[in-house]
């Protein structure tokens, strides 16, 4: 059986497993539900049935609903449906809708008259259409709902037997809403057959200040029977609140409708047709659907929401009694009986009386017992109590009691010894032993111990020091609690143990000292740190400041409160939080500091360059960083002023030492390239003759060679003509050797910029060319040189071999690389190198602020 087991408890849990993705793969396909409501949101019939439509789905999770309202009520006319047809269209058209509650009849009506375009193979659940007729779905299919039925045949019969002296039934209606019109005419129908005196009279489109005058007037002999009025004569829409309202204000007559939203707000009652019943009704049957029945399998449901409903304040108004309306009536309002009013006060009541009696018999019977047992409990308490002290007097140094009535104190024999005592020889008294307490632990010690005996605290306990026999001050620790009381629960007598406390006293005073000396130390720091003219900060590994000292206040413009606490970014304009946490994962006790530049960032935005010693702090059960910062703007201000002169001196020396190439030693060489001119033509050997023009050769090539050394130094066409003519002239003689393909764009360079940075951008587009051919072994070589406004932005690639741009060591990389960088920061500008050994390539970007 085991093996049985083994064998197939794999394919059980894979089959489990299916069971559970399933269950939530059709849980999470949700059925889509849409209600149509003829009217608006706020209308009390039309919530009403929201009401009941949610109570039902809302327990489906499902089902999701979407609601749509015509506003019909409002406005029904030809233009307003074309638009919302347009509208619907726009919202709904095409959403895979399981199912469509259609409410009240022009609900109804839309989906009939736009079936094949909108709701074709959508099942359609209605409810609320006034006096439904079969007629009305004919034609229709996949549809099934609830046939309202507003029973005014049973209302009006209500109203007439309970008014048997009312002459008149009047019917307030509008007449121009759709309901309003079917309603009327089914009364009209119904009327004959109730065979009665009283006249049937309509007051109907009328404005509301008519409506109000007409009602004013009615008399003691008419009833009211409100249907609908919803538009008055001219067009105005009035809610239901609105117009129950008007006509409650207007007269005193009893009031009768058929709808249930007119209940509780001043009408008699009637047979009510409730919209939340109906609403809960079309849901159910919607369930039902969208759970996969057959919609045309599904009756129309005709009843189970319409009920007698009688307000008990208006018939009392009217001398109507309970016993007057038909069975099964729903009554609000009414007042309870007298019973059922005061039926919880009088349960207690009587609860409460046979508990007193059960009380008083079980007190009786506890108290003869208690009594017994305190006797009892007295005896054993005396034996007891020395078993107690003894206990007391070996698990402690010594024990102690106190007797409030007799006003002695007792304590052991030991506690004396310790103290240099004879046991036998000192008083027991209380006198004796307070002389012998420290004066300024006495009253506390006096303190506690009357707050013992009164009741206000339940333990003693209370450090003092005694005099020793040696004019020592021994500590002890006392502790008791009262053991005997009198009948009236006032303290006799305590008892308590004494523990020697002296060494825990001196290791604590040492402690205290120690920490003096620590807090001493830490203030003598903290006046260093905050005196410093650097920036002192401290923080942990996730970049959170710990601390800063004033000048970090200062020179940031930040308090210390919106300092602390602050992620170190606040301050850091150059490096985000992942790449100082590259520089912190490098600190460790071989290599505890790291010194770098950065820029911080101010308050309000300004910046300044800064020098960074980061320092690992390592604790014993945390590690820190310690940054120390220095404003280097001075200092930076100083080094670029030193190296422009460098720079400028550089460039002057270059440009005299072209010039004395070119005027110095050039004429001397053409001179002699001309006595060679004149010594081939005279008659010579030939042998001298190829000596001569070998020598005019090296003479012509060594002017060459000074010319582009002169040019290379100090480049005529630079000073003359421009940057942009001048890198074109470089690019173009190393293009036509044809070993490597330089192309060069400019943007906005048309005029002249200052002498020093054409110079200086000029050695470094030649300086990063010549880097290239020299090492990276490159083809092609892209240059963009651009100006926006005050900007000047360099961009070199070159598609040669890559490098680790975090290794390498610019100083060690030869003086041209060394220079390029000193060039440009000779500018106050900057610049970043982009490369990868792997992939290859190098992208140099330069930026200068002209």
């Not at 007729?133 to 309970?162: P, S």
Request: proline share 2%; charged share 25%; hydrophobic share 40%.
């Amino acid at each position: 059986m085991r093996k049985l087991l083994g064998k197939y408890k794999y394919f059980l849990l894979l089959l489990v497993v299916f069971l559970i993705i399933s269950c939530l793969d059709a849980s999470a396909r949700r059925k889509k539900i849409l209600v149509l409501h003829s009217y608006h949101q706020g209308l009390n019939w039309t919530d009403n049935i929201t009401k009941g439509i949610l109570s039902v789905l809302n327990h489906h999770e499902n089902i999701e609903i979407q609601f749509e309202y015509m506003d019909t009520k409002r406005r029904y006319d030809k233009e307003y449906l074309e638009e919302f047809v347009k509208l619907y269209r726009l919202k709904h058209k095409g959403i895979p809708y399981n199912t469509v509650i259609a409410s009240d009849n022009n609900a109804l009506y839309f989906t009939r008259d736009h079936q094949d375009e909108f709701f074709k193979d959508i099942p359609i659940v209605f409810c609320s259409i006034d006096q439904f007729e079969d007629n009305l779905i004919e034609g229709m299919t996949n549809i099934t709902g609830v046939t309202e039925f507003i029973d005014f045949k049973q209302t009006v019969e209500q109203a007439l037997r309970l008014h048997p002296k009312a002459k008149n039934l009047v019917v307030i209606n509008d007449n121009i809403t759709t309901s309003a019109i079917i309603n009327r005419n089914h009364i009209i129908s119904f009327w004959p057959e109730l065979k009665t005196d009283v006249n049937l009279i309509f007051l109907e489109n009328l404005s509301i200040e008519d409506l109000v005058r007409k009602v004013e007037k009615l008399d003691d002999s008419n009833v009211i029977l409100l249907i609908n009025f919803s538009k008055d004569q001219e067009g105005n829409y009035i809610s239901y609140q609105e117009n129950i309202e008007i006509i409650r204000k207007a007269t005193n007559l009893p009031i009768y409708s058929s709808w249930e939203f007119y209940f509780n707000e001043g009408i008699v009652g009637g047979m009510l047709t409730s919209g939340v019943k109906q609403g809960q009704l079309a849901a159910e049957l919607a369930v039902k659907v969208v759970n996969g029945t057959d919609i045309n399998s599904i009756p129309l449901v005709t009843e189970g929401y319409n009920s007698f409903m009688f307000d008990f304040q208006q018939m009392k108004r009217f001398g109507i009694m309970v016993n007057d309306l038909p069975k099964n009536s729903t009554i609000i309002n009414q007042p309870p009986s007298f019973l059922s009013k005061h039926r919880s006060s009088i349960n207690i009541i009587i609860a409460f009386l046979t508990l007193i009696v059960l009380i008083v018999v079980y007190l009786r019977v506890k108290r003869k017992r208690t009594e017994n047992r305190l006797l009892e409990r007295n005896k054993r308490l005396k034996s007891s109590r020395d078993r107690l002290l003894r206990m007391l007097d070996a698990n402690s140094d010594g024990v102690w009691e106190h007797n409030f009535v007799e006003q002695t104190t007792y304590i052991s024999k030991n506690i004396w010894e310790k103290l240099g005592y004879n046991p036998d020889l000192v008083q027991n008294t209380p006198e004796f032993v307070e002389n012998l307490i420290h004066p300024f632990d006495l009253e506390n010690f006096i303190l506690n111990r009357e707050k013992l005996s009164l009741g206000e605290i339940d333990l003693f306990n209370v450090e003092f020091r005694l005099l020793s026999k040696k004019d020592e001050w021994i500590w002890l620790k006392a502790k008791a609690k009262n053991l005997d009381f009198t009948q009236d629960k006032k303290a006799i007598n305590l008892v308590g143990t004494l523990i020697d406390i002296s060494q825990r006293k001196e290791a604590e005073a040492k402690i205290k000292e120690d920490e003096k000396k620590i807090r001493a130390s830490e203030k003598r720091w903290r006046s260093l740190i905050e005196q410093a003219a650097d920036e002192i900060i401290i923080l942990d590994f996730d970049g959170k400041i710990l601390d800063a000292n004033l000048s970090t206040c200062k020179l940031s413009g930040y308090s210390r409160e919106e300092i602390i606490g602050a992620n170190v970014t606040l301050l850091d304009n150059k490096y985000n939080l992942k790449q100082l946490k590259s520089m912190w994962s490098k600190l460790n006790t071989e290599n505890p500091s790291v010194k770098l530049e950065s820029i911080q960032k101010r308050k309000d935005n300004t910046t300044f360059p800064i020098e960074v010693h980061i320092s690992l702090i390592d604790l014993s059960d945390s590690k820190l960083i310690l940054a120390v910062v220095s404003d280097i703007s001075i200092r930076q201000e100083t080094e670029r002023k030193v190296l422009n002169a460098v720079i400028e001196t550089e460039e002057n020396e270059r440009k005299r030492f072209a010039t004395d190439l070119h005027d110095s030693i050039g004429p001397l060489l053409s001179s002699i390239n001309l006595y060679l001119s004149a010594l081939g033509k005279a008659d010579l050997s030939p042998k001298n003759e190829q000596m001569i023009t070998a020598s005019r050769d090296i003479v012509s090539e060594t002017l060459v060679n000074i010319k582009e050394i002169s040019n290379n130094l100090s480049p005529h066409i630079l000073n003359d003509f421009g940057l942009v003519n001048a890198i074109n002239s470089f690019i173009n003689k190393i293009n036509l050797s044809k070993s490597i393909n330089i192309s060069f764009d400019t943007k906005n360079l048309e005029s002249r910029m200052n002498q020093q940075v054409e110079v200086v951008i000029y050695r470094v587009v030649t300086e990063l060319i010549n880097n290239t051919i020299k090492h990276a072994d490159a083809d092609h070589i892209q240059i963009k040189l651009s100006r926006e406004h005050n900007l000047l932005n360099l961009i070199y690639i070159d598609d040669g071999k890559g490098f680790d741009p975090d290794e390498l060591n610019y100083e060690s990389s030869g003086m041209g690389l060394y220079n390029i960088l000193s060039r440009i920061r000779s500018l106050n500008g900057s610049h970043s190198i982009q490369s990868s050994a792997e992939s290859g390539g190098m992208m140099a970007v330069v930026n200068v602020n002209l």
